[in-house]
């Protein structure tokens, strides 16, 4: 995944030039002006949206829309996964034809960006569709073995709706695969964005912090470190980053100088902005003071890379300026509120499925795993599974508040477990 934000102007644009004998023109102030303003609204567009919509998704109880649950163990694999993924692919572009790459890694994220546009604007699509429009329920369903060996593989409910907006996202994808233009790639790039914000969850703050550690280290290895990245993310024709032409202005729609933005830059801090935003919630302080802090430290840092990039004429690594700024604002804030414990002991995973019971502690049972497995049982069924011991305690239950025929019941009950305790004894 590209994590750089990189100025071709600068770069493969002078290169370019050169291997075709003419130099490209300098960009106009105001077409740069115009091209990082664009990327910055482009980038705060789906952390936002994907922020408030991943609220709606842990309380969700669909399991077709549950988060997938990012842990400290997944956090600190994750730089070493997307090292090999990255290196792997400068290896495949530098040994085998670019051409025929890219050809095949355009058919794959054709299909993937189809799905997550029309994911993406389906909420809004809803909105026009008439009260009578005839919503038909469907459901694709791929499974392996047979019995008792029966696994699902896909499971995929949709309706007449999300049909008419994967159509409306094929027009899309149809245009990105023949033309490559890059409104078509940011539109796939945006969906990707708000997707992986919506549905891709930190547990806590602490994994936030290893995640974005991590990665930081890795952005900064792999674009000063290396060429590694800035070469995987020119050659690489598939829409993981934002771009935006920095000679729109003179070349109109058609233009070809672009500025670009990697996802990675988008998507890595998104999600901990996302998980601030429901630590927000939990504290029921009708504030999303976390939320905005950290929002307004990602306008600072994208805005400062930006910044830097522009002086020195030289890709930047834009999570070294991302990582300090969207942690340590927050961070800075709970330390003047005296609200860091709660900020790090919080635990985004106990919202996803409030409705389900909890395991506070474990009983000590001694004897077989089916002994244990059935006092755990119990202790999650809690009042449900105790049934009262005679008739007056199922008299109280239902008629709490009546002295009299609690007093009557209690009577009968005695007089009922005694009879039948004689006739058990005359036995």
């Known amino acids: ?31 740069i002006a115009l091209a990082y303003g664009s990327l910055l609204l482009m980038a705060l567009l789906p952390i936002f949206f994907g922020a408030l919509r991943s609220v709606r998704c ?16 997944d956090a600190a694999r994750f730089p070493i996964i997307a090292s090999c993924t990255l290196l792997g692919l400068y290896l495949f572009f530098k040994i085998f034809s670019q051409e025929y790459i890219n050809l095949l890694l355009s058919m794959y994220f054709f299909v993937l960006g189809i ?79 708000l997707n992986g914000v919506e549905l891709l969850h930190l547990n806590n703050v602490s994994t936030g912090c290893i ?26 024709e598939a829409p993981i980053k934002l771009v935006f032409p920095q000679d729109l202005l003179e070349k109109g729609l058609e233009a070809d100088n672009f500025a670009m933005l990697g996802l990675g830059d988008i998507v890595i801090p998104g999600i901990f902005i996302a998980l601030l935003l429901r630590f927000d919630i939990s504290l029921k302080k009708n504030t999303h003071t976390y939320f905005y802090t950290s929002f307004a430290a990602y306008i600072f840092g ?71 497995a059935d006092s755990m049982q119990q202790k999650l069924a809690g009042p449900r599974r105790r049934r009262p011991q005679n008739a007056s305690a199922l008299y109280e239950e239902s008629n709490p508040k009546d002295p009299a025929a609690v007093t009557e019941g209690s009577k009968e009950g005695t007089e009922t477990s005694a009879s039948k305790g004689l006739e058990k004894k005359e036995n």
């Open 1 to 31: 995944m590209d994590s750089a934000l990189s100025d071709p102007h600068n770069g493969s644009a002078e290169a370019g030039g050169a291997a075709n004998g003419t130099a490209r023109p300098p960009s106009t102030p105001e077409g």
């Open 58 to 73: 842990a309380r969700g109880k669909n399991a077709s829309d549950m988060p997938e649950t990012i842990t400290s163990r």
């Open 115 to 193: 799905l997550a546009l029309s994911h993406t604007i389906s909420p809004f699509m809803n909105k026009f569709f008439p009260a009578n429009f005839p919503n038909r329920q469907y459901q694709l369903l791929f499974t392996q073995g047979s019995g008792e060996n029966k696994e699902e593989i896909i499971n995929y409910e949709f309706d007449a709706k999300d049909l008419v907006c994967l159509g409306l996202s094929s027009i899309v994808g149809v245009w990105y695969l023949l033309r490559k233009h890059w409104i078509a790639n940011n539109l796939f790039g945006l969906a990707f964005s």
């Open 211 to 236: 995640l974005l550690g991590g990665l930081f280290i890795y952005d900064v290895f792999w674009v000063f470190g290396t060429n590694v990245m800035v070469t995987v993310a020119k050659s690489f």
């Open 302 to 372: 994208l805005g400062l890379t930006i910044f830097i990039m522009h002086i020195f004429k030289h890709a930047q690594p834009a999570l070294l300026y991302l990582v300090p700024a969207c942690i340590g604002f927050p961070v800075l804030v709970a330390l003047a509120k005296g609200e860091v414990t709660e900020m790090f002991s919080y635990e985004s995973s106990a919202e996803i499925l409030p409705h389900t019971p909890r395991l506070t502690h474990f009983p000590t049972v001694s004897g077989s795993p089916a002994s244990l």
